[in-house]
């Protein structure tokens, strides 16, 4: 089964720029890896792969555009729109789910201002390849 994954223009943007800058050949494709938990619904993990792992779906997004999804993923995803969010506090991937019950619990200070069904990735968790260097 191939879920009904929405992007955004903006999330399909930053997909693209992540492939686009992995080095990795034209055919690659943006695993991502979601599973059940987190306030918002959501727990998730994204890579830049040269090809799908065994029992990974491949889904055609766009011109060229490939997601590789495991199998919990596509459950979840199903009916799901992926935005890529940038303000000024957060910067990340936001997974709207219509079917999502909004969260109640206060662990946010910004609960107010997340929608309901949201989980976000912070740009700035994404390693770059390369350690940190110190200068003095």
Do not use: W, Y
């Amino acid at each position: 089964m191939v879920p009904s994954l929405t992007l955004t223009p903006a999330a399909e943007k930053f997909v693209r720029r992540i492939l686009r800058f992995s080095g990795l050949p034209a055919t690659a494709g943006f695993r991502l890896v979601v599973s059940a938990g987190g306030c918002s619904g959501f727990n998730s993990e994204f890579s830049a792969e040269a090809a799908p792992q065994p029992g990974e779906s491949v889904l055609e997004v766009g011109e060229g555009l490939r997601l590789f999804l495991p199998a919990e993923s596509r459950l979840l995803l199903d009916g799901v729109t992926m935005d890529f969010v940038d303000t000024p506090t957060k910067s990340g991937l936001a997974f709207i789910d219509p079917k999502q019950a909004p969260c109640a619990c206060s662990s946010s200070g910004d609960v107010a201002a997340t929608p309901p069904g949201v989980a976000r990735i912070d740009v700035g968790s994404i390693g770059r390849g390369r350690p940190a260097t110190l200068t003095h």
